[in-house]
């Protein structure tokens, strides 16, 4: 059974750097077809994903964060990172982390079928 | 970015009822749309991926169905353990874009 389960500090200060990890259990992260995501919920914006990671270590992010995300995956740890850098308080949510599954034929597209319970980070001084 | 509307915004509704939600895309996104639930305090859940498909462990209650770029998830038989909100998601083309959510309550 795939397991994922967030980790990180719960207050980051303002302009500082949030750094988030992501264990998986139950399956090799480089085995396999799926992307690793990062989404965050604030009573704001709502869902909003964050970014992908492949097993080969090819990344993709929201455009609307791109230049502040980097995103990596140790396949020996079997670890997901995250890290956001100049927070502000709209950065202040919930963080998961999921699998990003492909469904395959007949039913194709990816989807997130496992995800973590997920962690608060609060942005204040 | 693809932009999600999902209409109501909330319900209220009895057990037995049939519910429909519905997911309006801003551009045709074929049948890369996914339905979630959430539940207060908790991650949310995969119900239907793909449009149709039934995610595993899911009640048959639940189905999913497609017209252009409308969407609509049915409960077929509302049940109390299906309180939540309800969130759409497309996965035709990154960035991955969610709709606002639709509450129920029963």
């Known amino acids: 059974q795939v397991r994922l389960q967030e980790s990180g500090p719960g207050l980051v200060r303002p302009s500082q750097t949030l750094s988030l990890t992501c264990s998986i259990s139950?399956?090799?992260?480089?085995?396999?077809?799926?992307?690793w995501s990062w989404i965050r919920q604030s009573a704001g914006k709502g869902l909003e994903w964050i970014g992908r990671v492949y097993g080969t270590g090819t990344a993709e992010s929201n455009p609307s964060l791109e230049s502040r995300v980097s995103l990596s995956l140790d396949t020996s740890s079997n670890k997901l990172s995250l890290t956001l850098t100049s927070v502000t308080a709209a950065d202040t949510a919930v963080y998961y982390c999921a699998r990003d599954h492909y469904g395959g034929l007949p039913s194709p597209g990816y989807h997130f079928d496992v995800w973590g319970q997920g962690v608060l980070v609060t942005v204040s001084s | 970015d693809i932009e999600m509307t999902q209409s109501p915004s909330s319900l209220s509704a009895s057990v037995g009822d049939r519910v429909t939600i519905t997911c309006r895309a801003s551009q045709t996104i074929g049948p890369y749309l996914n339905w979630y639930q959430q539940r207060q305090g908790k991650a949310p859940r995969l119900l239907i991926y793909a449009t149709s498909g039934l995610q595993s462990g899911v009640p048959s209650r639940f189905s999913g169905s497609a017209s252009g770029t409308d969407f609509t998830l049915t409960i077929s038989s509302l049940q109390p353990e299906d309180y939540g909100t309800y969130y759409c998601q497309q996965s035709y083309f990154p960035p991955r874009t969610f709709g606002q959510g639709t509450k129920v309550e029963i």
């Open positions: 139950g399956v090799s992260v480089n085995i396999g077809g799926d992307y």
